[in-house]
């Protein structure tokens, strides 16, 4: 079902080639919404310069064309300033197009041409606290991976932990020191990261220990049997940890979808092998490195990809270009998404660089980066506790929740259960939604205050908008239901209109989000569907309203929940049973 913009679209495109003729076919029909119209076109600017001409004549002969081509569903094309085209349609149309939105099981998102799409997301690393960087890649990245699934393509969610490399040696030999039993060991599963300064101490303060963890390494890549046994152990209990926040924080990925940097031990010899037989890779100080064309540092000396370092030892860039292999040749990827921080697009650039000269990106296959900014502090500076450690995810989240917890503490109409129980689901939604409505690409300044209000831009705002509706639905005369299937949807006022508009314009905008990778577009739309519900109810009386209005804005309430239902389940917020 195309949304309003989209008809306008084709009906645009077709009026430029009715007047200026076929070679203008490409020209971008510039369609938004509109304050004083349904909807405004400004591709007579663009035209006008291209023609030089002026964009007001222009206009007045799109406007002549428009009519010429026929604008079924249109009432009135008119122009406006200094060459628009505003665009209202008739009341008939959009009530039709409702009706059809209300009998679509997929109201209005289309199914598109399934793709194979690998998503890399989360990926924290083991024995280290998760920290606000890996909780943005995650909710960023499930809420991509849940828009995609939901338009038909295959999705294949990468997680790829970092579970291998030299700290391991001195993890396992903390671990052998303080027992598999002991609290401290515990602390795997509940403060990773106490465990892992733990073990830097000793490493750092005890040379024997160190001496020991170094050994620990060799023995780890020789895959000694007794040293991968307690590897096993460590990655177990950290796999344990990462659960317990994917399912705190509602998110898709389970153990299937983990595919750690060890995964691909046994790719790394090949993969250097090749690209050294090949020529793209050459020794330099004892280091395998791939020189890119126009990759210089600072100070203009070439910065090479180093693929296997100096003492034979592989690194980050080498399991990259395994991922990027694996994805291509093993998984059938059509295109390639990695949601992971702005800092290591460098990185990322020079691994599909390299990929695409062995051979293993071909051209048809695009590469995306969803770049991650930073979460900052009230100091706009990188988010710390006040000792100067990175902030622990799990304290983050129960902020979030004991805020909600506390403002619902004057409520005596709920029980302790149900507190609790809201305070979880908003608190959580609060920090999903921060996330997710700001560009993810720009740095943000976590605010748990702003975040758990229930008014403004929030994750908690959609919530309560939802739990109304639905209790609005609910005490609607019960013998209505039967009715609504079969009763016409009316457009009487200009709040219905405007909410009309917002809801058959939610499949466009989740195709967006399909192809830009950017859940805020659909935020944003959710928000103003939210506040353009809560208009269309205080400007137009439902349960009070004659029959066949009652029916016809009850209908409209019903699509509206249903759609901030499902776009909220695709920004993976749920709504509460109340608020
Ligand atoms: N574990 C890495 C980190 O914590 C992120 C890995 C992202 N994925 C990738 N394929 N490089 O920074």
Request: proline share 4%; hydrophobic share 40%.
């Amino acid at each position: 079902m195309a949304s309003p913009l989209e008809v306008l679209e084709h009906l645009v495109n077709a009026a430029v080639v009715h007047a200026f003729g076929a070679d203008r076919a490409g020209v971008d029909p510039a369609l938004r919404p509109s304050q004083f119209a349904d909807a405004q076109s400004n591709c007579a600017l663009a035209l006008a310069r291209d023609l030089r001409r002026l964009p007001r004549d222009i206009a007045g002969d799109l406007a002549e064309a428009l009519r010429a081509v026929g604008l079924e569903g249109v009432a009135s094309v008119e122009t406006s300033g200094p060459g628009y085209l505003n665009f209202t349609f008739t009341d008939a149309w959009l009530s039709a197009r409702l009706v059809e939105l209300a009998g679509d099981a997929r109201l209005g998102v289309p199914s598109v041409e399934p793709e194979t799409i690998p998503i890399d997301y989360s990926a924290p690393n083991v024995a280290k606290e998760m920290h606000v960087g890996h909780l943005r890649t995650t909710i960023v990245g499930d809420s991509i991976a849940r828009t995609l699934d939901a338009l038909g393509h295959r999705v294949v969610r990468q997680n790829h932990i970092g579970d291998w490399g030299t700290p391991f040696g001195m993890l396992i030999e903390h671990l052998l020191d303080v027992g598999a039993d002991s609290d401290e060991a515990a602390l795997l599963r509940s403060d990773p990261n106490a465990f892992y300064q733990a073990a830097r101490r000793a490493f750092d303060g005890d040379p024997a220990f160190a001496e020991r963890a170094r050994n620990r390494v060799v023995l780890l890549q020789a895959l000694d049997t007794e040293t991968l046994r307690i590897w096993q152990e460590l990655v177990g209990r950290s796999k344990d940890y990462f659960n317990r926040v994917y399912r705190r924080l509602d998110v898709t990925l389970t153990d299937d979808d983990l595919a750690g940097e060890s995964t691909y031990n046994d790719d790394l010899a090949a993969i250097c092998d090749e690209l050294e037989a090949a020529g793209i890779a050459t020794v330099s100080n004892g280091a395998l490195c791939v020189f890119l064309p126009g990759r210089t540092g600072r100070d203009g000396q070439p910065s090479p990809l180093i693929i296997r370092k100096s003492d034979g030892g592989y690194g980050y860039a080498t399991t990259d270009l395994a991922t990027v292999r694996h994805r291509v040749r093993d998984l059938g990827a059509d295109r390639l998404v990695y949601v992971i921080g702005t800092t290591q697009s460098q990185h990322l650039e020079m691994v599909w660089e390299t990929a695409r000269l062995a051979g293993w990106l071909p051209d048809s296959v695009p590469t995306v980066h969803v770049r991650i900014g930073s979460v900052l502090g009230a100091d706009h500076k990188i988010l710390r506790t006040r000792s100067g450690d990175s902030v622990r995810l799990l304290s983050l989240l129960d902020d979030a929740v004991d805020r909600v917890r506390d403002a619902l503490s004057e409520r005596p109409d709920l029980s302790d259960g149900a507190r609790d129980a809201i305070a979880e689901s908003v608190g959580i939604a609060a920090v999903k939604y921060a996330d997710l409505s700001v560009a993810h690409d720009t740095d943000y300044v976590f605010d748990a205050d702003r975040m758990v209000a229930t008014t403004g831009n929030t994750g908690p705002y959609l919530q309560y908008a939802a739990t109304r509706i639905r209790s609005l639905v609910a005490n609607a005369p019960s013998d209505e239901d039967a009715l609504l299937e079969g009763s016409p949807v009316l457009v009487t006022n200009e709040s219905e209109r405007a909410l009309v508009l917002d809801l058959l314009g939610y499949g466009s905008v989740v195709a967006a989000v399909g192809r830009s990778y950017e859940p805020h577009v659909l935020c944003a739309h959710l928000f103003a569907l939210a506040q353009d519900f809560s208009r269309f109810y205080e400007t137009s009386p439902i349960l009070q309203a004659d029959p066949e209005l009652r029916r016809s804005r009850l209908r409209i309430a019903v699509v509206t929940l249903d759609v901030l239902t499902s776009g909220m389940g695709l920004l993976g917020i749920t709504v509460p049973d109340r608020m």
